[in-house]
């Protein structure tokens, strides 16, 4: 168990419809990255926040968008789902906004199935 | 931005030998290379990581080299299990801020007995 919780699980819903992926980072840590992972892309980098601040994008569609709470517990929010969105969405935290100074912690996943 | 590239995408080996894991990376001011291990239907887990201020690092059976000049990195993990089998996946982050990783399409090792 690495610390980092995600919910929920599972995730099914139908083309067009908009969820909310949930993330509680280690105790401590500040930073949070949002990844996806998918048979023919691999794990992307989405996006990362730091104390609340949006720190880094990679990959994020305009349809997909995130935030980070002041209790450091972050959100991802996709919308006008598409079946390629259909993937496993990682969550990770780390204690500084720099990878390059900590691990990341990877949480179990949402594994999102648009039909 | 950062690509890497990872091979081979399958590697075989017979338990007790090596193997042996290879990614190259394109931009230059990456700093911090992991490697991370995913076994089926569960979360990546850091197995080992190195710096670029450091040509190789081991931890028991398992060890990573990196070569700035060439821009690549190898994972060497001697004396398989069983319980190396996995997928395994190596990753660089550039430096100078926050950043994501970039990972490798991954490895898919399997240890036959």
């Known amino acids: 168990d690495s610390g980092v919780t995600q919910t929920p699980k599972h995730l099914i819903t139908a083309t067009g419809q908009r969820v909310t992926l949930r993330c509680s980072p280690r105790?401590?840590?500040?930073?949070v990255y949002w990844y996806q992972q998918s048979l023919d892309q691999g794990l992307q980098f989405l996006i990362q926040?730091?104390?609340?601040?949006?720190?880094a994008k990679g990959n994020i569609l305009e349809r997909f968008s995130a935030q980070q709470f002041p209790d450091l517990h972050s959100e991802l929010n996709l919308s006008s789902l598409e079946l390629g969105d259909s993937a496993l969405y990682f969550c990770?935290?780390?204690?500084?906004?720099?990878?390059?100074?900590?691990?990341?912690?990877f949480g179990p996943g949402t594994r999102l199935t648009v039909l | 931005g950062e690509n890497v590239e990872q091979h081979p995408s399958t590697l075989s080996v017979q338990e007790g030998d090596s193997a042996v894991i290879k990614c190259t990376y394109s931009?230059?001011?990456?700093?911090?290379f992991p490697w991370y291990k995913q076994e089926l239907g569960k979360r990546p887990q850091l197995i080992i990581d190195i710096r670029s201020n450091v040509g190789e690092k081991k931890d028991q059976r398992i060890a990573v080299t990196l070569n700035k000049t060439a821009k690549h990195f190898s994972l060497h993990i001697t004396e398989t299990q069983p319980e190396d089998s996995a997928v395994y996946f190596c990753?660089?982050?550039?430096?100078?801020?926050?950043?994501?990783?970039?990972f490798g399409k991954g490895t898919h090792l399997i240890i036959q007995p």
């Open positions: 105790s401590g840590d500040l930073s």
């Open positions: 926040y730091y104390n609340g601040e949006e720190r």
């Open positions: 990753a660089a982050s550039p430096g100078g801020g926050a950043d994501g990783l970039t």
């Open positions: 990770a935290s780390s204690v500084s906004g720099q990878p390059s100074h900590n691990e990341q912690f």
């Open positions: 931009d230059s001011a990456s700093n911090y």
